[in-house]
C-alpha cells in the first residue's frame, strides 16, 4: 500500500504563489507516477500536472502551462508543484496522486490518492 500525504495549500491573493508538495510513503518506490488533479466547487475533478517514474515525462492542463511547474525528488519520493500567477479559478481542492503506470495516472484512475489540500486564492 502507498500512502500520499500533501502540504503546502493555503490563502494566497490573486498573482500570488503556493508550492504544493506529496511525499509517498509504504511501499512507494521511486519510479511511481505522480501527480496532481482538482475539484473545484461544483465542478468535476480534472487533471493538473503529472511526472512520469523517472521524470522525464511531464504534462499539464492547459490552464497550468506557463504558470505551473511540476518537479520531483525521487531520493524523497516526494513531488511539487509550484503555482505562481495563481487565480480565482485555480481556488481547488486539490489531490495528489500516483500510479506505477504514467497513462493511468493521466486517465483520472490512479491507484493511490491523498486526502487533499485546499487552495483558495482572492481577489
Known amino acids: 500500500q502507498v500512502r500520499l500525504s500533501e502540504s503546502g495549500g493555503g490563502l494566497v491573493q490573486t498573482g500570488g504563489s503556493l508550492r504544493l508538495s506529496c511525499a509517498a510513503s509504504g511501499r512507494a518506490n521511486s519510479h511511481l507516477a505522480m501527480g496532481w488533479f482538482r475539484r473545484a466547487p461544483g465542478k468535476e475533478r480534472e487533471f493538473v500536472a503529472a511526472i512520469g517514474g523517472h521524470g522525464r515525462t511531464i504534462d499539464y492542463t492547459d490552464s497550468a502551462k506557463g504558470r505551473f511547474r511540476i518537479s520531483k525528488n525521487k531520493a524523497a519520493n516526494t513531488v511539487y508543484l509550484q503555482m505562481d500567477s495563481l487565480n480565482s479559478e485555480d481556488t481547488a481542492f486539490y489531490f495528489c496522486?500516483?500510479?506505477?503506470?504514467?497513462?493511468?495516472?493521466?486517465?483520472?484512475?490512479?491507484?493511490?490518492w491523498g486526502q487533499g489540500t485546499q487552495v483558495t486564492v482572492s481577489s
Open positions: 496522486a500516483a500510479d506505477r503506470a504514467y497513462e493511468t495516472l493521466l486517465s483520472g484512475t490512479a491507484a493511490y
